[in-house]
């Protein structure tokens, strides 16, 4: 049987207790529910702790060893030469975002180039189709003081440092 | 991180509190508000060459300090005595505990992998990185079509309390940045316990509150450094305040309703789609009470909110488009033309709803609710929250449907996220709809 009482809000109908008791029991379950589905989501705390084994024993996490490596490189500017990347496999595109994406961030308020032209950059077909060899002119205009080769080899990708040659 | 949440807190009390005692809510909602004010000072900031940092988040700080003390604002806590509904102790630390404990997951997950998502990386980490360096205004980065893919017209909210933070703290770290999402955290879990609570009690406010900020969803997203979190906790924020003032006419609410509506739209792109959904919503439902002397302080706070902001959608005009521009797309012929992929983006939508290990027991308690109600379905108050969620979800379903992506590419990637956008909502309904203060025992015995 529903009464009202008084509700600073407004008037309520209030309920038993006995289904109070019964909603309190099924949030209490609702939650319970959450806690044990966050432990099964296939990208929540089970894959971190896959991650953090990784780290632990020495393999460091992709966005880690690329922003490291981008934020040792020499003073200046740099030019990013893509090789052995095709655009059509998947594996590729995702390796070559996961590397261009980190080293951009990684390298501001440096600048890494991958073309000379005012060109839409929107994905990784678009970065391996306008990665074209600049001139060496073109490149100390832009301070860029090292050429970066990174090259994908199989499953991996391997980086190799060149500084610009004087013009 | 100290000076970032005093200024978050106290721009916002000076939006959100008066000379009562503050309550839960009102701690959320100045949370909320504080977001809002905070980015849009120091876009505004950012635009006169000065860069995120101490400087101006201790400028604002005092001036919210300034305004609140002016303003005699209340800044204690109604003592728990007063509070309505009856104290649970026990439910109440065990609550508080598994906040703490959310929150701690999310700063170990943000410890241990970083900023491992790409739009995390390559779009708001990105833009934080610039703002941190450069002015808006004289920044190459949102002319560099180079670095398009990182979504050069995106709003900067989340951006420029990154940057901020980055500045302040001298490390722009993943564990740094997801201090900022902790506050959002707690935010979220002010706002639901403090509305639930003031109709279904302390016990229920505090478990609705705990389901929220326990989905895994929004435990896989709020470490993920990207910001369909805090376009969720912004539009909880908004759309709550505006149902709330819609009830009681306070004005107050209204103006957290309105500075919370100018975060959503400064989060993402999606809040344009809120921009004129939940003002008209609002409009249309007074229009429908013949509520007519509300709709004047609503159509002057909204005219406010886009004079605030209109400095953004200047500088958002300039801006290259270079991905879809999907509103362009937006038409009835071309609606019908891809109305065959309907079908499938329901049952998408619907598939993820209804994914346990994703959203636990929700889409359970959205079911008992009505049932509850099943003597209500004609109140129209009852509508107001599933209206609008139903509204902002149909707008990103007809997006869906005109985009050119391949929907078996696009749709795993996006129904979670699109679905965390309201699910803090549809929490509230369910708390506030599902039950009520239970009756005095000695009532009970009479009745029974």
Same mark, same amino acid.
Not at chain 1, 107 to 116: A, H, I, S, W
Not at chain 2, 349 to 370: D, Q
């Given at each position: 049987?529903?009464?009202?009482?008084?509700?600073?809000?407004?008037?309520?109908?209030?309920?038993?207790?006995?289904?109070?008791? *019964?909603?309190?029991?099924?949030?209490?379950?609702?939650?319970?529910?959450?806690?044990?589905?966050?432990?099964?989501?296939?990208?929540?705390?089970?894959?971190?702790?896959?991650?953090?084994?990784?780290?632990?024993?020495?393999?460091?996490?992709?966005?880690?060893?690329?922003?490291?490596?981008?934020?040792?490189?020499?003073?200046?500017?740099?030019?990013?030469?893509?090789?052995?990347?095709?655009?059509?496999?998947?594996?590729?595109?995702?390796? *070559?975002?996961?590397?261009?994406?980190?080293?951009?961030?990684?390298?501001?308020?440096?600048?890494?180039?991958?073309?000379?032209?005012?060109?839409?950059?929107?994905?990784?077909?678009?970065?391996?189709?306008?990665?074209?060899?600049?001139?060496?002119?073109?490149?100390?205009?832009?301070?860029?003081?090292?050429?970066?080769?990174?090259?994908?080899?199989?499953?991996?990708?391997?980086?190799?440092?060149?500084?610009?040659?004087?013009? | 991180?100290?000076?970032?949440?005093?200024?978050? @807190?106290?721009?916002?009390?000076?939006?959100?509190?008066?000379?009562?005692?503050?309550?839960?809510?009102?701690?959320?909602?100045?949370?909320?508000?504080?977001?809002?004010?905070? &980015?849009?000072?120091?876009?505004?900031?950012?635009?006169?060459?000065?860069?995120?940092?101490?400087?101006?988040?201790?400028?604002?700080?005092?001036?919210?300090?300034?305004?609140?003390?002016?303003?005699?604002?209340?800044?204690?806590?109604?003592?728990?005595?007063?509070?309505?509904?009856?104290?649970?102790?026990?439910?109440?630390?065990?609550?508080?505990?598994?906040?703490?404990?959310?929150?701690?997951?999310?700063?170990?997950?943000?410890?241990?992998?970083?900023?491992?998502?790409?739009?995390?990386?390559?779009?708001?980490?990105?833009?934080?990185?610039?703002?941190?360096?450069?002015?808006?205004?004289?920044?190459?980065?949102?002319? =560099?079509?180079?670095?398009?893919?990182?979504?050069?017209?995106?709003?900067?909210?989340? %951006?420029?309390?990154?940057?901020?933070?980055?500045?302040?703290?001298?490390?722009?770290?993943?564990?740094?940045?997801?201090?900022?999402?902790?506050?959002?955290?707690?935010?979220?879990?002010?706002?639901?316990? $403090?509305?639930?609570?003031?109709?279904?009690?302390? %016990?229920?406010?505090?478990?609705?509150?705990?389901?929220?900020?326990?989905?895994?969803?929004?435990?896989?997203?709020?470490?993920?450094?990207?910001?369909?979190?805090?376009?969720?906790?912004?539009?909880?924020?908004?759309?709550?305040?505006?149902?709330?003032?819609?009830?009681?006419?306070?004005?107050?609410?209204?103006?957290?309703?309105?500075?919370?509506?100018?975060?959503?739209?400064?989060?993402?792109?999606?809040?344009?789609?809120?921009?004129?959904?939940?003002?008209?919503?609002?409009?249309?439902?007074? $229009?429908?009470?013949?509520?007519?002397?509300?709709?004047?302080?609503?159509?002057?706070?909204? $005219?406010?909110?886009?004079?605030?902001?209109?400095?953004?959608?200047?500088?958002?005009? =300039?801006?290259?488009?270079?991905?879809?521009?999907?509103?362009?797309?937006?038409?009835?012929?071309?609606?019908?033309?891809?109305?065959?992929?309907?079908?499938?983006?329901?049952?998408?939508?619907?598939?993820? &709803?209804?994914?346990?290990?994703?959203?636990?027991?929700? %889409?359970?308690?959205?079911?008992?609710?009505?049932?509850?109600?099943?003597?209500?379905?004609?109140?129209?108050?009852?509508?107001?929250?599933?209206?609008?969620?139903?509204?902002? @979800?149909?707008?990103?379903?007809?997006?869906?449907?005109?985009?050119?992506?391949?929907?078996?590419?696009?749709?795993?990637?996006?129904?979670?996220?699109?679905?965390?956008?309201?699910?803090?909502?549809?929490?509230?309904?369910?708390?506030?709809?599902?039950?009520?203060?239970?009756?005095?025992?000695?009532?009970?015995?009479?009745?029974?």
């Amino acid at each position: 049987m529903r009464r009202v009482t008084e509700d600073p809000a407004n008037l309520v109908p209030s309920m038993s207790p006995k289904t109070h008791l *019964l909603l309190v029991a099924l949030f209490s379950v609702a939650v319970l529910a959450n806690i044990v589905g966050f432990q099964h989501h296939p990208d929540c705390l089970a894959k971190v702790r896959k991650l953090q084994l990784r780290q632990q024993s020495g393999r460091a996490l992709w966005n880690v060893r690329y922003a490291t490596y981008f934020q040792e490189l020499p003073a200046g500017n740099c030019y990013a030469n893509y090789v052995g990347f095709r655009p059509d496999r998947g594996a590729d595109q995702v390796e *070559l975002c996961n590397v261009h994406y980190a080293a951009v961030n990684a390298f501001y308020p440096r600048r890494l180039y991958v073309t000379t032209e005012d060109v839409v950059l929107n994905n990784a077909a678009d970065i391996v189709q306008h990665n074209n060899i600049p001139t060496i002119s073109w490149l100390h205009a832009q301070e860029v003081t090292t050429i970066l080769e990174i090259r994908r080899e199989k499953d991996t990708v391997n980086f190799k440092q060149y500084p610009v040659p004087a013009p | 991180m100290i000076l970032l949440l005093a200024t978050l @807190l106290i721009s916002g009390l000076a939006i959100s509190a008066t000379k009562r005692p503050i309550t839960v809510e009102i701690l959320g909602y100045a949370i909320a508000c504080g977001h809002a004010l905070t &980015a849009v000072a120091l876009f505004l900031f950012s635009c006169a060459g000065i860069l995120p940092g101490p400087g101006p988040l201790l400028a604002l700080c005092v001036l919210g300090g300034i305004v609140c003390y002016t303003r005699k604002v209340q800044l204690s806590i109604v003592p728990p005595a007063a509070q309505v509904g009856r104290c649970s102790r026990g439910i109440a630390t065990l609550g508080i505990l598994v906040v703490l404990g959310a929150a701690a997951v999310l700063w170990y997950t943000a410890y241990v992998c970083g900023i491992r998502y790409w739009d995390a990386l390559a779009i708001w980490c990105l833009k934080a990185n610039v703002l941190a360096h450069e002015p808006v205004l004289t920044s190459g980065y949102f002319q =560099d079509t180079t670095l398009s893919f990182s979504h050069l017209d995106y709003p900067l909210l989340v %951006p420029f309390l990154l940057a901020a933070l980055a500045n302040t703290a001298g490390d722009a770290s993943a564990f740094q940045f997801a201090d900022l999402y902790v506050t959002q955290l707690f935010g979220t879990a002010a706002i639901v316990y $403090g509305i639930v609570r003031s109709r279904a009690g302390i %016990p229920l406010g505090t478990l609705a509150a705990l389901i929220v900020v326990t989905l895994p969803t929004a435990q896989r997203w709020l470490p993920a450094l990207t910001a369909d979190s805090t376009f969720s906790f912004m539009l909880l924020a908004a759309a709550s305040a505006f149902w709330q003032w819609q009830r009681s006419g306070e004005k107050r609410m209204l103006a957290i309703a309105m500075v919370c509506l100018a975060g959503v739209i400064f989060t993402k792109n999606e809040g344009m789609a809120v921009l004129l959904l939940l003002p008209g919503g609002t409009a249309v439902i007074c $229009g429908l009470r013949k509520q007519w002397s509300r709709l004047r302080p609503l159509a002057i706070g909204y $005219g406010l909110t886009l004079l605030a902001l209109t400095p953004w959608f200047i500088f958002r005009s =300039d801006l290259p488009r270079t991905h879809e521009n999907y509103a362009s797309r937006i038409s009835v012929t071309n609606l019908l033309d891809h109305s065959d992929r309907l079908p499938h983006v329901l049952v998408a939508f619907a598939r993820e &709803a209804a994914t346990w290990t994703h959203w636990g027991l929700l %889409p359970v308690l959205a079911l008992v609710t009505l049932a509850l109600n099943a003597r209500r379905l004609r109140e129209l108050e009852l509508w107001w929250i599933p209206l609008f969620v139903a509204s902002v @979800l149909g707008v990103y379903i007809a997006v869906i449907l005109v985009t050119p992506w391949e929907l078996k590419h696009l749709l795993p990637n996006l129904s979670d996220r699109l679905l965390l956008h309201v699910a803090p909502l549809v929490v509230l309904w369910c708390g506030y709809y599902c039950a009520s203060h239970p009756s005095p025992p000695e009532l009970a015995d009479e009745s029974s």
